[in-house]
């Protein structure tokens, strides 16, 4: 009898303090998630995108922090090929457009500058919009020719 | 007895432990819901990108040694309401752009000498646009204000004729001078004649052509001074805080009893709208409600016209302009015309327009580029429906909202009415115009 009263009573306690631990680990867990969802936003744009062929790896900086809308600004991208060298002497084109809207740039942003180690300047890049956005970079270099989509939120 | 003490202990420890967690749990989610403003974060930021608070300070004009000058804005201010400047000697740049209706003239098109080709866009704030005309085919404000003064519909003069007014009427001549350096001799009628102007008159031109071109650069000169005071005066025009704006304030501030005092739950509504559903923030966005580009929303053409190639023409034309940015008369020494350069093109700018402000709004109608839609309710409507464009492709796509909604809109866009930002005396024709005008009168023979 006082033996069963025992067990019993432990296995109440026990259940108890499981299920208000498992609360508590929970709602720790959703805290960790959300910040970690906020560091992934902050480092969207140190992000390397691979070309369509995996010819290139392309990551861009922009002069921006965070980018704004309607304030025209430059990137400077950095190209290398799949094995990680640099690649100089590339010609680089950059569109950019909203799918939803069917629309492109407000501007032509044009590569005016090669910086040496495999980073071009791209200048006159401006969003007009809040959403989604495309932007189509293509590079030919020695002969290769690629193409790589940079998806941004704005 | 003891053990069931102990297990008692034991339950109450744990219950507490539970119940803290609970607590805190209880606690986290009520003030997440209790939140003193309803808007999310992503909202309050985007109010905030629309707040007047967040209109940076002018930039400078590089382009215009002048811009920033008050004897200037002074000039420009007498030259802007002074209707000598004309063929007719009846029309100012005020005909049209009429101080108390935000700088618009209330018609479809404007009216002066003849009919302007398009709606009689609002001066308030265009200081910030890197374009200026529905079409964008001026690169400043300086540039832009040259053009009317020629346009064989609006002032329809000549610029020999304007040149000679400043050098002629003592007190022009004289701000003149103490700004830009001595006025040339222009007394000589047969270096230069009473009339001249590379326009399409062909007499007029004729005289044009005929000058040296060591004259017709001394009177280009002069002429493009005239822009460049004329838009130190406009680089004055600007927005004030409107009852939106004390509303954004409110919210930034965490203030709900100040944001239910400012108001209405239909101008929220209305404010959700915006910057939701009705998608009007994709293009009107920004401290100006613009964002200063170009869109072809699918307006119908003007009865009777073809319809309007607008953008497409307009980025050909400002690109060839002997006045734009990269003109040697850009006072800019390392011509910094990275809009011009980077300027694009392509068929989607076919029938595109320039977006307006929104803070210039209130009774500014009719609306659109050549004033197609006579009320805030019929652009909404206009919104609401978009249907296919008479040429290109119209950008917008059908919103269904109910008319409770574009009601609430409307209230909403009711709430950026407000007045200029700009001192009162700037908003008038300047007290010495009419006594100087007086004093011409009494001297003639």
Redesign the interface.
Known sequence: M?ND??SA??C??CR??F???T??VL?VALLAAAMAEENRAESADSRVWISQSGLFEVSYKSQQHPIT??R?HSWVLHVETADGQPVANADITLLGGMPE??????????MTQYLGNGEYLM??I?F????SWEITITISAGGDRDTVVILLEL | MT??KG?NT??RL??L???A??V??VA?WFNRAVDPSPWTEIETE?LRSLWIGSLPPLAPDPSNAVADDPRAAKLGQQLFFDQRLSANGRVACATCHQPERRFTDGRAKGQAIGTSKRNTPSIVGTAYSPWLYWDGRKDSLWSQALSPLEDPNEHAGTRMQYVRLIATDSSYRAAYEALFGPMPDLSDRSRFPDAAAPVAEPQLNAAWQAMTARDRELVNRIFVNIGKSIAAYERLLMPGPSRFDAYVQAVLDRDEAAQHATFSDDEIMGLRLFIGEANC???H??PLFT?????NTGVTTFPSEVPDKGRIVGVRSVKSDPFNCLSAYSDDPVKDC??L??????P?LIGAMRTPSLRNLEGTGPYMHKGQLATPAAALDHYNRASLAMIG?N?AKPLKLSRRERMQLENFLKTLAAPLATPTEWLEAPADNDARLAALADSAP
């Not at chain 1, 809207?101 to 044009?110: Q, V």
């Not at chain 2, 964002?291 to 869109?295: G, L, M, Q, R, S």
């Open positions: 006082t009263m025992r009573g432990v109440l306690r108890v303090f299920r208000y631990t609360v508590f709602v809308i309607n025209m809207h069917d629309h492109g740039l407000p501007t032509s942003p044009r200048e006159g401006r007009h919009m809040h959403g | 053990l069931g297990v034991g339950n744990a219950g432990i539970g119940l967690a609970v805190g749990l986290w985007m923030t994709q293009c966005n920004g964002n200063h580009e170009f869109h990275a809009e350069y980077f300027a694009r093109t392509g989607e492709h950008e």
